[in-house]
């Protein structure tokens, strides 16, 4: 179909992603897709149980949400929420972000970035997903995880995230009790 991108289930452009998420994402359209269209990007990011998207902010960028399964708790712009399947979010540029999957079964969401550019992290700290290869979850951060998110569409943020929103992985599910009960 010309001037038309289709992306079949499970054929987008996938990647492992390193502790504290410890799940996959599938790029589904970026500007650098032949045939894509230009000024934004698009996917699906999965947390495993524990897994969490460490709170953060983009600079110039919005980021929209849309969750498809599962039930996590955010921090949004300072405010801890449960978010479950159908919740729509839209955070601007500057906003604070975080996801901690504290349910028994996986997270999905559906995210998109305008202007683009978050693919570039994901696929920079991230290891090829193929059909069939084990699953290689959890592995440690790379080191230069700091230098791929100033290079790409994250702002250091001033105050530093706190636990456990921090990069830290959660292994002792016991510290969600305290954040659950604030969740609104």
Same mark, same amino acid.
């Given at each position: 179909?010309a /001037?038309?991108l289709v992306?079949?289930p499970?054929?987008?452009e996938q990647?492992?992603? *390193?502790?504290p998420?410890n !799940?996959? =994402?599938e790029v589904?359209t970026?500007?650098r897709f032949?045939?894509?269209?230009?000024?934004?990007s698009?996917g699906l990011?999965?947390?495993?149980p524990l897994g969490?998207?460490?709170?953060?902010?983009?600079?110039?960028?919005?980021?929209i949400?849309?969750?498809i399964?599962?039930?996590c708790?955010?921090?949004l712009? /300072?405010?801890?929420r449960r978010?479950?399947?159908g919740?729509?979010?839209?955070?601007? *540029?500057h906003v604070?972000h !975080?996801? =901690?999957?504290d349910?028994g079964?996986?997270?999905r969401?559906?995210?998109?970035l305008?202007p683009a550019?978050?693919?570039?992290?994901?696929?920079?700290?991230g290891?090829?997903?193929?059909a069939?290869a084990?699953?290689?979850?959890?592995y440690?951060r790379p080191?230069e995880?700091?230098a791929?998110e100033?290079?790409?569409?994250?702002?250091?943020?001033d105050?530093p995230p706190?636990a456990?929103?921090?990069?830290?992985p959660?292994?002792?599910?016991?510290?969600l009790?305290?954040?659950?009960r604030q969740?609104v």
């Amino acid at each position: 179909m010309a /001037g038309m991108l289709v992306v079949p289930p499970g054929q987008g452009e996938q990647h492992w992603q *390193p502790q504290p998420a410890n !799940g996959w =994402i599938e790029v589904l359209t970026s500007p650098r897709f032949a045939g894509a269209p230009a000024g934004f990007s698009a996917g699906l990011q999965e947390l495993p149980p524990l897994g969490k998207i460490r709170e953060h902010a983009h600079p110039a960028q919005t980021e929209i949400f849309w969750i498809i399964e599962g039930q996590c708790l955010a921090r949004l712009d /300072g405010v801890v929420r449960r978010i479950v399947a159908g919740t729509f979010m839209v955070a601007p *540029p500057h906003v604070r972000h !975080g996801f =901690i999957n504290d349910g028994g079964a996986p997270y999905r969401m559906l995210w998109m970035l305008v202007p683009a550019g978050l693919e570039d992290f994901f696929i920079g700290i991230g290891k090829p997903r193929v059909a069939g290869a084990p699953d290689p979850t959890p592995y440690p951060r790379p080191a230069e995880t700091g230098a791929i998110e100033l290079s790409t569409v994250f702002e250091t943020l001033d105050p530093p995230p706190e636990a456990p929103w921090d990069t830290a992985p959660i292994i002792d599910p016991a510290v969600l009790e305290a954040i659950r009960r604030q969740a609104v």
